[in-house]
């Protein structure tokens, strides 16, 4: 998927059941692809997100996050966002998106970096827990899409590893282009 290309017009269902559409019919979706449930460094990363929302959607850019987790494992760890969370498990967004994993995901030394500082943030068993999810996909790479009401993929972003995504200020920087 390339700046330019039309995404088709679907509805998901966020973990509290919500339905959302994307594209928006007005304003900008920022459709994230996270790892998965308990990811240390998606939560780092999600938690700057959450603090600086208002900015986002003053913006015009609604959030819309998608893990490759079960609504159920998401329900445990990101419940509190406040914004639009979907689950893939089976990891058809994904698919479609051209969202991959690799060994190379882990291997960055930024990830080590990011991991570290993810794991200062844990304050539970349940965040260690989660962490370390020995039954989910710990290869996954991030990935970042803009798309206008139109569909039009307005910018993309394929992250080279699992701390490789869009700061919340090129997002604004995106958005008012």
């Known amino acids: 998927m390339n700046a330019g290309d039309r995404v088709n017009a679907r509805t998901l269902t966020t973990i509290e059941g919500t339905d959302i559409t994307i594209p928006a019919e007005a304003g900008l979706v920022h459709l994230q692809f996270r790892r998965f449930a308990g990811c240390p460094i998606c939560t780092l990363h999600l938690r700057e997100v959450a603090r600086r929302v208002d900015e986002i959607t003053t913006a015009g850019v609604r959030e819309v996050v998608v893990f490759h987790s079960a609504a159920d494992a998401l329900r445990r760890y990101q419940a509190d966002l406040p914004f639009a969370v979907v689950a ?13 994993s690799s060994l190379r995901a882990l291997l960055h030394p930024q990830v080590v970096r990011a991991a570290r500082r993810g794991a200062r943030q844990m304050r539970s068993v349940r965040s260690v827990v989660g962490s370390l999810a020995p039954t989910e996909n710990h290869l996954g790479k991030p990935a970042d899409f803009l798309i206008g009401p139109d569909g039009v993929v307005r910018a993309r972003k394929y992250g080279e590893h699992a701390d490789d995504q869009w700061s919340v200020d090129e997002l604004l920087q995106l958005a008012a282009r």
């Open 88 to 100: 893939d498990p089976d990891r058809e967004l994904y698919d479609e998106f051209g969202v991959g």
